[in-house]
């Protein structure tokens, strides 16, 4: 029996994110799966509780926790490239969801259903569209996140993804980047 998943999990810590920009602190898809899973949380929790949502919260937070898992296997291709084309984006969907399936396969049988459900989730389901939601709130803020430490390299990339934050018609994406977002741009001594 192969029970190499958690092992191969384990290895996200080297999978670097941004390869193509400089940064000023460099992330790996481990920490990103990380922040992605709790801003997931949070969303689902915003429109459950304060807009009459009824997501599954916990499908939710395993959905972001697991949404990189594949790239252990394919590494992280940068977005310019990932979207180059609709050929390139449906190859790459398709190694992606190749090296998920891998990766399950990886688990002991009676788990592997349970893995499953989270890693090749259905992208029309309310929960993975909360975790993308929550996927480019993460991208943005990692945008903040270097300007304030005096990067312009991420000028582009934070109006862009702002732009498209600013279009979504999610009512838990508009409260958390008009209240939860403008703490991304404070200093410690402002947090306290």
């Known amino acids: 029996m192969n029970t190499d998943f958690y092992a191969f999990l384990n290895r996200m810590k080297y999978i670097k994110r941004w390869s ?3 940064s000023t602190v460099e992330e790996n898809i481990m920490e990103h799966s990380w922040q992605v899973t709790t801003i997931a949380h949070a969303l689902a929790l915003i429109k459950n509780k304060m807009f009459g949502g009824s997501v599954d919260v916990y499908k939710v937070m395993c959905i972001a926790q697991y949404h990189e898992a594949g790239e252990v296997i394919t590494g992280d291709l940068p ?8 050929d390139i984006q449906t190859a790459y969907k398709d190694l992606e969801k190749n090296a998920c399936e891998k990766l399950i396969k990886m688990l002991p049988e009676e788990l592997q ?5 989270f890693i090749l ?4 389901s309310e929960e993975h569209k909360i975790m993308k939601c929550a996927d480019r709130l993460a991208a943005y803020t990692k945008c903040l996140e270097e300007i304030k430490s005096g990067n312009k390299e991420f000028l582009k990339a934070k109006a862009s993804i702002g732009k498209e934050l600013e279009k979504s018609d999610r009512e838990e994406v ?5 209240n939860i977002v403008p703490g991304y741009e404070k200093t410690l001594d402002e947090l306290e």
């Open 79 to 86: 977005t310019p490239i990932k979207y180059f084309n609709k």
């Open 113 to 117: 259903d349970e893995y499953s459900s």
């Open 20 to 22: 193509l920009m400089h």
């Open 121 to 124: 989730d259905n992208p029309d």
């Open 174 to 178: 508009k409260y958390f980047m008009a």
